[in-house]
Each structure stands twice: as C-alpha cells, then as structure tokens.
C-alpha cells in the first residue's frame, strides 16, 4: 500500500522527536519516498543530516532558506504529496494547526496540505500539557476534519520524569495510522465477522486437543478489512501475535463449541463473514476435574471423542441472499476436490484453498500460498506472498459479492 506513496513527515519540538527516524525508516522499507518539514525546535531533538540521511532529500526547515527547491516548498510539497504526518506534535503546534496559524516550515506546509491530502496527527507533551483545555480543544477541533486522522496520546511514562497520557503513539502505530489513511473506504460501513486462531479442547484442567494455527492469517484479513473502513469483529481462539492498536473488537473464545456461539451472534448483524479459524473438529465427550495421573504399569489412555459443531454449515444454513459467506480449507490431499465440496455443502460464497504440501504456506509461515475459488466457478491461483497481500487479494473481491446478492 505505501510503495510509490510520496509522504511529508512534518516533526515539531518534542523530545519523542528521537523516535521519528524509526519512522521514516519503516516508510522507506514500505516503499514510501518521504521528504522532511520541521520546525527550528525539532532540530534541538534530532539533526538534520540524520533526517536527510534517512530520506534522501533535503529537509525543509526555513522558509526562508537559499537551498530550498522552490521559493514556495510550503506548496509545492502539498502538490507532492500522497499524505502529510506531523510526529510529534506539541500542544504548541496542535494550537496553531486548529486556529490556522503558519509562521514557520512545518505550519506552512500544514495549513496548505490541509484542504487536499490526508493528515495523520501523533500528538505528544507533558500530561499536564495535554489535560490544559486549550489543547484538548485544539485536538477536538482537528479530530473533526474529515481528512485528518488524529491518534491519541498513549500513557505511559514521560521524558519529565512522571507518568500520564501524553507519550506519542511508537511509529508502527503511526505507520498503520499512514496506511490506514491511504487505503480506500470499499467496506464503509459493512460489518464484517472473522474467526481467526486455533480452538483448544480440554481434557483436563492442564491438557487439550488443539492444532499449529497462529491467527496470523485472520488477523491479517481483520487488519485489511478495518483499513478499508469495516466494522470488524474477531471471533478468536488463543493467539499469542503482536497486534497493532486498531479498532476491531475482539471476542476471545476458546472452544469451538464457544466460537461457533459467538460467531453465531455476530452473524447476525453482519453483512459478510470469513471463517478463516482452524476449529477442531472433535472434542473429549468429557473435560475431567483433576490431571488426569499416569498410573503405575499403564500403557495408554483412551479418550471418547465427539463431534464440534461446524461453524460454516451453521451461518451458511442461516444465510440470507445479501450476506457474503467465505471459508478457508487447509488440505492434505485431493485438495481441490474436498474445497469443492466444502463450497457447495455449507453454502459458501467462495472458500480459499491453502495446502501444507506448498512450502511457505499453512500454520505459524509469515507468508501463504492460496487458491480463491468462487461460487460461480471461477478460480484465481495465486503465487506465495505475505498473509497481508493474501488479505487484500481476498478483500479486494467484497465489491463483487456485495453487487451479486443472488449469486446461485
């Protein structure tokens, strides 16, 4: 999403100043060309051959400087522009921004790029600083922009020594916030179900039956769909993933019996789900109270297992014609066949084929290699690439199943 993406860092005064070469540096990895507008301040906090090291561009800090590349680079950066970011921004700067002022290199280029890109705001200050009800009037007068994203402080402790809510949001946060912006709102206010990690089914208060699934995949497709302006729930088993501040609600269930439960209320209101789990299909008839102790001279234990409810038959039973139904298939053999027959026996919209004989692909693997199969025949193999990507080929397909509510 952001290679190609031209993006203004704009840093004012601050001492979370320090961290915004990380940022720029998450950027350029993404693909992103970035250009630099800061106040005099922020240059107490970091220099700035380390910002135009990082770039690679001159960074704009004088209006007034000979080297600019423009007489106007307050302007013509907007008209470069894809987004602009301000990293930290001070109670100082977050005043002038919402009553207009442009005296300087970042406020200049703020107030022309305002009107005409989106704007990712990052605030950060003392927390006396940000409980003052100037700034907090500042922060709600820009949060009502339409283009303007505007994250919260975190809390935390600060460089004066305390702890409040006044840290800037780490700058993976401010990156999601940057893709976010960027994406299209496709999936403005859908309301989308995903089931997402493995079930564990107990045996006893110390043991169960569970699999290798990580939530990687659904959590990717959660991630992907928020951005695209969802309303996303997550129904998830027990995951252990390092999430990004994004709002999606989550439900933790742990059994399949409790997922399928879940997932069922959510369906309700839903207009589509995408049943991405890797749900047990069997479960210990009875969960004993104590550890179940290996006995002297034992050579086994039998366990009675019964069937789990199946959570795609269950919501494609209840289907109506306008809701988007998608399920996942992890095969061993005769992959395409036994995809088929899940399509069509639980009234799938499409159902996506993954195998564990495609190096690179299945449980705890970063990347994936899937085939997307539609009701209505039609079948696009796609090549290895990140849980991310196979996310967005997936979510890219909404707009066709929301414009074909009968499909047959």
């Given at each position: ?21 990380e ?14 507008a ?31 590349h ?54 950060a ?5 940000y ?6 009037q ?46 299209p ?9 995903i089931?997402a ?113 199946d ?9 109506r ?14 992959a ?22 495609d190096?690179?692909a ?20 796609l ?19 929301f ?6």
């Open positions: 999403m952001l290679r190609g993406k031209h993006i203004v860092v704009g840093i004012s005064g601050g001492i979370a100043a320090y961290k915004i070469p940022l720029i540096r998450l950027l350029v990895k993404a693909g992103a060309e970035v250009r630099v800061t106040t005099q301040n922020a240059l107490e906090f970091v220099t700035e051959l380390t910002l135009r090291t990082l770039s690679g561009a001159p960074v704009y800090s004088d209006v007034f400087a000979a080297i600019n423009h007489a106007t680079e307050h302007i013509s950066l907007p008209d470069w522009a894809d987004l602009m970011v301000v990293a930290p921004a001070t109670a100082n700067v977050l005043g002038k921004f919402a009553a207009g002022i442009a005296d300087d290199a970042l406020t200049t280029t703020f107030c022309a790029t305002a009107a005409r890109r989106p704007i990712v705001i990052a605030p200050m003392n927390d006396k600083m409980a003052c009800p100037a700034t907090q500042a922060m709600h007068t820009l949060a009502q922009w339409e283009n303007v994203s505007l994250l919260d402080c975190a809390e935390g402790e600060l460089a004066c020594g305390t702890s409040g809510k006044g840290r800037m949001q780490e700058p993976e946060v401010i990156c999601e916030a940057i893709e976010s912006a960027l994406t709102k496709t999936l403005s206010g859908k309301r989308i179900v089931t990690g493995p079930t564990q089914e107990k045996i006893d208060p110390v043991r169960f039956i569970s699999n290798y699934s990580t939530g990687k995949m659904g959590y990717a497709l959660a991630l992907e769909c928020t951005r695209r302006g969802a309303e996303v729930t997550v129904v998830s088993g027990p995951v252990h993933l390092d999430l990004p501040t994004t709002p999606y609600t989550i439900v933790p269930v742990t059994s399949a019996r409790e997922m399928c439960e879940a997932a069922k209320a959510a369906w309700k209101t839903a207009d589509a789900a995408i049943l991405c789990a890797a749900v047990a299909d069997f479960a210990p008839d009875t969960t004993a109270e104590q550890k179940i102790k290996k006995q002297p001279g034992q050579t086994g234990l039998q366990l009675n297992l019964i069937t789990n409810p959570i795609a038959a269950t919501l494609g039973s209840t289907k014609p306008e809701q988007c139904l998608i399920g996942f298939a992890l095969e061993t053999h005769d395409e066949q036994n995809a088929l027959h899940k399509l069509e026996s639980k009234n799938l919209d499409m159902i996506v084929l993954n195998s564990l004989q190096k690179g299945g449980f705890g693997c970063n990347t994936n290699k899937v085939t997307l199969i539609l009701r209505d025949g039609q079948k696009n193999n090549p290895l690439m990140s849980k991310q990507e196979v996310a967005q080929k997936i979510v890219d397909l909404f707009p066709y199943f414009r074909k509510p009968n499909m047959p």
